[in-house]
């Protein structure tokens, strides 16, 4: 499985930003599909995930209310919108995808995603 995000950049506090992820390859094996951050000197964390086939989705405490995960499933690509951003939110963000429940063993290359205040 291979998954190409983008869409990051620089935007305003406040502002708003989609990102974008593209599965390839042995995409039937995908259970549930997300998305993780890593804030410069922080470990890797949770921001989102979303079901692959049924819809479910589950979200950080630090995003409810502002971010929204969805999937087109014909497009095989999944999307991070993210309003009301803050400074706090900068970080690489990385599009991640799952055959069970209980684990992500695949990975895309980061995103950038700068909030200025």
């Known amino acids: 499985v291979q998954l190409q995000a983008s869409g990051g950049g620089l935007v305003q506090a406040a502002g708003s930003l989609r990102l974008s992820c593209v599965t390839s390859g042995w995409t039937s094996s995908i259970y549930r599909m997300g998305w993780f951050c890593q804030a410069p000197g922080k470990e890797r964390e949770f921001v989102a995930a979303?079901?692959?086939?049924?819809?479910?989705?589950r979200y950080a405490d630090s995003v409810k209310g502002r971010f929204t995960i969805s999937r087109d499933k014909d497009k095989n690509t999944v999307y991070l919108q993210m309003d009301s951003l803050k400074p706090e939110d900068t970080a690489i963000y990385y599009c991640v995808a799952g055959p069970t429940t209980g684990s992500w063993p695949y990975w895309g290359h980061g995103t950038q995603v700068t909030v200025s205040s």
């Open positions: 979303i079901g692959w086939s049924g819809g479910l989705t």
